[in-house]
């Protein structure tokens, strides 16, 4: 084995990017970036019927809009690919070969319903289910008959009892007894190998030096362990990552919280920035429980040791406190681009003084993306809203209305209609007619933007400008009529 530093992510291309998957991926990003190795993009799709072009499209644009590059994946074969595994089916074909050859595996010719007969006497005597090896020493006349049955065989690799120890870059220690595991199937009945032989075969080709992977491949590395001496591979260091869990403590599903990266969280106004962060924090907390991370500062302070052992859980609200900051940093030109394919979508993409200066406005309320278009509709859209929402609690129609026409009057006559002139002018309006600031401030704000909540009145009188601003608080006096 060399020295290099080479990791992997290894996604099954038979769903949309998931926030798991990424996760993975960032811890095993940071660490080749950290420690100048090389991150590989390997896509395993051995699954013909579950695995899509349209997954394996959708998975490596999430990576890149999130930042995570990879030296090495499936655009190119060089230097120890083809990175798919689907072009690589001869070479598990060959190792499996290899272990037939050297008795080291076996044709295994079990029917689906033989083996769950297996398993079911074997729960009645309480026994724990694995296979019992029955096809470890067919006779030929005995492999002859199953042929003639037309049964297809799976292959199955000889598990030698022993105990398995590795130091886990997470877990520490960890000891596994492989008499557990009974003879495990390397190829399936089609050809096709099983994941975790084509996994063990690739991680050796492809010199991975640590196979970083969620915790719900724990089980396999034993396993993977025991194919690697058998083929003489070395052994690369493990890490496995805690999972991440929905708030009531059940495994992550997209039935209970956003999972998608593109599409629930990308295409709904989260940040790449924003989700580097909430993602490297689940399940990794630096020792001064420092909470907000650049994708750089990451790359020097990322550390296993600091990983957590247990479960993280998936907290929606940090990471709309994170979308927030992250937005709040943006300089407005950064936020309106960020926000253009949300306005577009929502008819708002043109006037790009106006949005400019309507930004700046929101840019402190927004949460997402996705949430602009509402907030900054009232700048290019008439506002549409009931007279309720004009009169004020605790006020009358009668006050707001004098409120309304004494407040036109006087910004009619104003040539100035900058946010602190017509603070003044508004808070004299108020004081001459026995009114509270509210009782004016709220009813101008409603009649500009028909919104309950919205940036202050005097903002948005700046931004309308008099002319508009006028039209619509004279729509609401008339709506008062
Ligand atoms: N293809 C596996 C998955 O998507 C990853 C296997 C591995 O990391 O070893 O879960």
């Not at 990003?29 to 051995?46: H, P």
């Not at 998936?314 to 990471?319: A, R, W």
Request: hydrophobic residues 35%; contains cysteine.
């Amino acid at each position: 084995m060399n020295d290099e530093i080479r990791v992997r992510i290894a996604p099954s291309p038979t769903g949309y990017l998931h926030i798991g998957t990424a996760h993975t991926a960032l811890f095993n990003w940071l660490f080749a970036r950290q420690k100048n190795g090389k991150f590989i993009l390997r896509i395993e799709d051995t699954d013909t019927e579950r695995s899509k072009e349209e997954f394996v499209t959708d998975i490596t644009d999430g990576l890149s809009w999130l930042g995570i590059d990879w030296d090495e994946g499936p655009e190119r074969n060089e230097p120890f690919g083809p990175y798919k595994q689907s072009d690589r089916l001869q070479i598990y074909q060959d190792y499996a070969e290899k272990l037939l050859k050297e008795n080291k595996a076996y044709y295994c010719y079990c029917t689906a319903e033989e083996l769950i007969k297996e398993r079911e006497v074997q729960e009645q005597k309480k026994l724990a289910p694995k296979y019992s090896g029955k096809c470890r020493n067919l006779t030929n006349e005995q492999v002859k008959k199953c042929q003639a049955e037309g049964r297809k065989p799976t292959i199955r690799f000889i598990v030698e009892p022993k105990k398995i120890a590795f130091t886990d870059l997470v877990k520490g220690d960890i000891e596994f007894d492989t008499s557990l595991f009974g003879d495990f199937v390397i190829m399936k009945s089609d050809g096709r190998p099983v994941f975790l032989f084509a996994g063990a075969i690739d991680d050796f080709m492809m010199k991975i030096s640590h196979v970083i992977r969620g915790e719900d491949h724990l089980s396999n590395t034993p396993r993977q362990i025991l194919l690697g001496e058998a083929l003489n591979f070395f052994v690369p260091e493990y890490g496995h990552l805690p999972l991440i869990l929905n708030p009531d403590r059940t495994k992550l599903s997209k039935r209970k919280n956003p999972t998608s990266i593109n599409k629930d969280f990308r295409n709904t106004g989260y940040l790449p920035e924003a989700m580097i962060n909430f993602i490297a924090i689940m399940g990794w907390s630096a020792k001064n429980d420092q909470e907000l991370w650049t994708l750089k500062d990451l790359i020097n302070e990322f550390n296993f040791r600091d990983v957590g052992k247990s479960p993280a859980v998936f907290d929606g609200q940090k990471l709309n406190y994170l979308n927030g900051y992250y937005i709040r940093k943006m300089s407005v030109g950064e936020l309106s681009k960020a926000a253009e394919p949300f306005l577009q979508k929502a008819g708002l993409s043109d006037g790009k003084d106006k949005l400019l200066s309507a930004l700046s406005l929101v840019q402190e309320r927004v949460k997402k993306l996705s949430d602009i278009p509402e907030l900054i509709e009232f700048f290019f859209k008439n506002p549409e809203f009931s007279q309720d929402l004009l009169i004020m609690k605790n006020s009358t129609k009668e006050k707001i209305k004098i409120a309304l026409e004494e407040s036109y009057k006087h910004l009619f006559e104003e040539s100035d209609f900058g946010r602190d002139s017509l603070e003044q002018l508004l808070r004299a309006v108020a004081a001459k007619n026995n009114l509270k600031a509210g009782e004016v401030l709220w009813p101008l704000r409603v009649a500009l933007t028909g919104k309950e909540a919205s940036p202050g009145a005097f903002e948005v009188l700046e931004c309308l400008g008099k002319e508009e601003s006028l039209k619509r608080i004279k729509k609401s006096i008339d709506m008062l009529k």
